[in-house]
């Protein structure tokens, strides 16, 4: 399973961006997908989590202005991310937990996108 992510940017505070990441190959059934975040020299911590059923949760520091959707279909995950403040800046990684036929599951990981927000 590749993941690719794309939509980061340099954005001026309370402005918005929209992350995007999709999944290809050799997938059987993805479970849970989600955005994480790594801000400079600062550990990875959740953003948002959205699972096969469509529910969600979302950082405290984040609730009200992004919001995680998928696209079952397409194996795609999109965030959302509105009234954006400097301390959202981070690297934004997507996260698939894939489940193969013999009912295995793994996590992959994308390649990271940066978000910079700043004046």
């Known amino acids: 399973v590749q993941l690719q992510a794309y939509g980061g940017g340099l954005v001026h505070p309370g402005g918005y961006l929209t992350l995007s990441c999709a999944a290809s190959?050799?997938?059987?059934?993805?479970?849970?997908m989600a955005w994480y975040r790594q801000p400079p020299e600062k550990q990875r911590d959740l953003v948002a989590n959205i699972n096969s059923r469509g529910s969600t949760k979302y950082a405290d520091s984040v609730k009200g202005r992004f919001t995680i959707t998928r696209d079952s279909a397409k194996n795609t995950v999109t965030l959302q991310m509105n009234s954006l403040k400097p301390e959202d800046t981070a690297v934004y990684y997507c996260l698939v937990v894939h489940k193969n036929g013999a009912g295995i599951t793994a996590d992959y990981w994308g390649q990271g996108t940066l978000v910079t927000v700043s004046s």
């Open positions: 190959g050799g997938i059987f059934e993805i479970n849970d």
